[in-house]
């Protein structure tokens, strides 16, 4: 009976019937409750969740796409809501999930809408709900709000690959307008912390690099300097693609030390690798191989492969600059 409700749902989806749809999936979680299959339960939940997104319903949306979640364990086969996306979507936005009534209601279920779509990985839809979101906020004069919508919109459309380039800088640029008026130096830091790493996808690394040092300027300005770190290391890497590498040795050297401290040990051995390249770019091939070396140990305690990979080729291209050929090409082979 579960299975004919299930079709019968789907139909009813296809000719644009949610209330349908949603009666189907309804009686098929409520009969699910009695089966001894967890895993029928939460595909069950799966369906009605997207059934209550499709139907404009987020908030009940949410409530069953995170009952569909596997517990630990178990390997659900196509069914998937990823809680991770749905929470970095929703950071932000407490006030507006807590909206009563009008338009700033509506962005608050757009937000609720696009977080739900990113969880359901569906990064083009999503989108369209924190644009229709930012729009709503724009209206309520709610600048703060509109910023960070748009900071989802951009990711959004960034991720599905299905927006032109120019309207994804357009998107960006109008955050970018609103974040200027932000006066909470937190949640400034992070919208151009996210407007710089936009930009860096456009392969736009001038624009990048100024909004990295606008967001590190107002790390400067919250306790704690929290993500100072992170916008270092974007800083310097942004630096790097635009080949200024003598102006990228400060902030790598400084995002090292701060990931270092906190024992982030891989994304220390990433901005030791930065180090180490824009050393090797400056013909500085001694300073290059030992910061690749640090690179290397950093990407060894946390188990980075790939790092250790990557780290190994640059040791290959300091050994060969500095006249060892044998070491380099023994570096090249461990890199293999």
């Not at 349908?20 to 939940?45: K, N, Q, V």
């Not at 990228?248 to 982030?264: E, I, K, Q, V, W």
Request: aromatic share 8%.
């Amino acid at each position: 009976e579960i299975e004919g409700l299930t079709c019968a749902g789907y139909r009813a989806l296809g000719l644009g019937d949610t209330r349908g749809a949603l009666g189907c999936f309804r009686r098929a979680m409520e009969l699910s409750l009695r089966a001894p299959s967890t895993r029928l339960r939460r595909d069950c939940a799966f369906r009605l969740g997207a059934a209550y997104v499709e139907a404009g319903k987020p908030r009940k949306g949410l409530k069953f796409l995170l009952e569909s979640q596997p517990s630990e364990g178990e390997r659900p086969e196509g069914l998937c809501f990823d809680v991770a996306a749905a929470h970095e979507g929703l950071r932000d936005f407490p006030e507006a999930l807590r909206d009563s009534g009008g338009a700033a209601s509506r962005a608050g279920s757009s937000v609720a809408m696009g977080c739900c779509y990113l969880g359901m990985r569906e990064p083009e839809r999503a989108a369209r709900c924190f644009l229709e979101a930012a729009r709503g906020y724009a209206g309520e004069h709610r600048p703060e709000a509109a910023a960070v919508a748009l900071s989802r919109a951009s990711g959004s459309m960034l991720q599905s690959g299905r927006f032109r380039a120019a309207d994804v800088a357009g998107t960006i640029a109008r955050c970018q307008a609103l974040c200027e008026g932000i006066s909470d130096p937190s949640l400034q830091g992070k919208l151009y912390n996210d407007i710089g790493l936009g930009y860096s996808q456009l392969c736009n690394f001038l624009l990048a690099a100024e909004s990295f040092e606008h967001a590190l300027a107002a790390c400067h300005s919250t306790p704690g300097r929290n993500g100072e770190a992170a916008v270092l290391q974007n800083l310097g890497a942004a630096r790097n693609a635009l080949q200024h590498f003598s102006a990228a040795l400060a902030p790598h050297r400084r995002a090292a030390a701060l990931h270092g401290a906190a024992g982030n040990r891989r994304a220390q051995g990433q901005c030791f690798g930065n180090l180490a390249y824009a050393f090797s770019q400056l013909g500085e091939h001694e300073a290059a191989e030992e910061n690749y070396l640090h690179a290397l140990q950093a990407f060894r305690d946390s188990g980075d492969v790939p790092g250790q990979c990557k780290a190994y080729e640059g040791l290959g291209a300091a050994r060969f600059h500095l006249g060892d050929p044998q070491r380099a090409v023994r570096h090249y082979q461990e890199a293999l």
